[in-house]
C-alpha cells in the first residue's frame, strides 16, 4: 500500500488560522486555530499517548482485534470513546484511534480557541465558525478534486477517511477513498474503516454507504476508480476554495 505524502499540509498563514504541529514518536498530528497552541497540544497529545499505551498493557486485544472487545472498568476518557465507536462500527478498536486522538486533543483544546481543525493521518475533527471546504486525496487521477463542504452550526465533528490504496493502515477494502462525516471523529474513523472494508468491487458501493449511515454517520463520501458514491448530509464543493485538509 502507498503512503501519501502530507502535501495538504503545505499550507501559508491566514488571518484566520495560525498552523504548527505535534510530532511524539509515531504520533503526528497537524492543528490550525487561531493563535500557536503547540505547547499545550504537546502536552496534551502525550497524555492521550500515555493513556493509550497502558490500557494497552492491560488488555492486549485492544490494539490487534479487528472487532469489538470486552470493556474493561476504570479506563481514561479516550479508551471508552475508542471502545465505544467499536462497538457502534463493528471493527476493532485502534480502527478508531487517529479520530479518537484529533476528538480528544481538540475538546481538551477549544476552550483556547474559536475555531479549531486537530488532522491526525487524515482524520479530523473541527470547531468553526465559519465554514470550511475539506478536501478529499483517493490517490488517483479519475477524482482529483473532490470536496465537502462543512457550515460551523454542524461542528463540533469529525471527518475521517480510510483507503485500500494509501496510507499505512491496514484495510480489508479496495475502495480509494471511504469519507465519513458524524458528530464523533473516533466514530468517523471507525465507520470509515467499516465502509472501505466492504468495498471489494463497484457494485459493494450504495450497500457500504448504507452501512455508514446505519452505524451513526451523517454523510458518507466513496470513491472507487472511476465511481463514486455518496448518502447522506453531505454538500460537494470546490476543492479550490478555503482547503483545511
Known sequence: MKTAKLFYRNCNETGRWKSFRVTIDTSD????AGHDLSARAGAVV???REDILAHIDRQESFQYSFEPVERLKGCPEIV???YAASEKAGVGPMAAVAGAVAQAAGRLLAEDTE???VENGGDIWMK???PAVVSIYPGGHNFGGVAVKIYPERTPCGICTSSGRIGPSFSFGRADAATVISQDAALSDAIATGVCNRVGKEL???????????????GV???FRDRMVVQGDVELADPFGEQIS
Do not use: P
Not at 498530528?29 to 490550525?32: E, H, P, Q
Open 128 to 130: 468553526l465558525k465559519s
Open 80 to 82: 471508552e470513546l475508542m
Open 204 to 218: 459493494d458501493m450504495q450497500a457500504a454507504a448504507s452501512y455508514g449511515i446505519g452505524c451513526g454517520a451523517s
Open 115 to 117: 475555531e479549531l481543525i
Open 221 to 223: 463520501v466513496i470513491i
Open 29 to 32: 498530528i497537524y492543528f490550525r
Open 46 to 48: 502525550r497524555s492521550l
